[in-house]
Antibody, heavy 121, light 108 residues
């Protein structure tokens, strides 16, 4: 079965760029949608965006100016870059497969275990 | 603020039934999916589509929609069902995805 694993720095300085990678194992990254979701400590879930293996993307409007999601099919990985971070970007970042092929239906499954990123000097 | 609103907390006696609701205008057009999250763990999908359960999810979990409200019902709640639950669907534009505010379920 497909498994996802996030990786990247756990500490990022304010104003710098947060970078995370999600490695997909047990299946091909091709022909599917892949998403990033985050959760600040003690708070709810926030959808960040998703990418299709062709490179087409869809971002949360509230983060769109700072977010880039990319895919590397040769490595079976997709990545998140979030620029100009502040303490408000401190969160557990999850990667997940997004099932959005049908407009009426959408869900996320499976999920990675999550990666805590702290923004602090 | 989220376009999908959930009650912050509900409680249920062991073995009884609890309904968790998610309200939003987009739910008149799009299905909600539901996730269970236990402390320190990633969310787990429990319901998607009209009323579909992924493999391994007990049949005491069910979903429904009426008007602008989607519901997740746990029939015969167990101690292990104590968790945070989140709904997810599209926003009012239909172009983006959004999560509900979350509901903490306590099993008494």
């Amino acid at each position: 079965q497909v498994q996802l694993q996030e990786s990247g720095p756990g500490l990022v300085k304010p104003s710098e760029t947060l970078s995370l990678t999600c490695t997909v194992s047990g299946g091909s990254i091709s022909s599917y949608y892949w998403s990033w979701i985050r959760q600040p400590p003690g708070k709810g879930l926030e959808w960040i965006g998703y990418i299709y293996n062709s490179g087409s993307t869809n971002y949360n409007p509230s983060l769109k100016s700072r977010v880039t999601i990319s895919v590397d099919t040769s490595k079976n990985q997709f990545s998140l870059r979030l620029s100009s971070v502040t303490a408000a970007d401190t969160a557990v970042y999850y990667c997940a497969r997004a099932h959005v092929e049908k407009v009426m239906d959408n869900w996320f499954d499976p999920w990675g275990q999550g990666s805590l990123v702290t923004v602090s000097s | 603020s989220s376009e999908l609103t959930q009650d912050p907390a509900v409680s249920v006696a062991l073995g009884q039934t609890v309904r968790i609701t998610c309200q939003g205008d987009s739910l008149r057009s799009y299905y909600a999916s539901w996730y269970q999250q236990k402390p320190g763990q990633a969310p787990v999908l429990v319901i998607y589509g009209k009323n579909n359960r992924p493999s391994g999810i007990p049949d005491r979990f069910s979903g429904s929609t009426s008007g602008n409200t989607a519901s997740l019902t746990i029939t015969g709640a167990q101690a292990e069902d104590e968790a945070d639950y989140y709904c997810n669907s599209r926003d009012s534009s239909g172009n983006h995805l959004v999560f509900g505010t979350g509901t903490k379920v306590t099993v008494l």
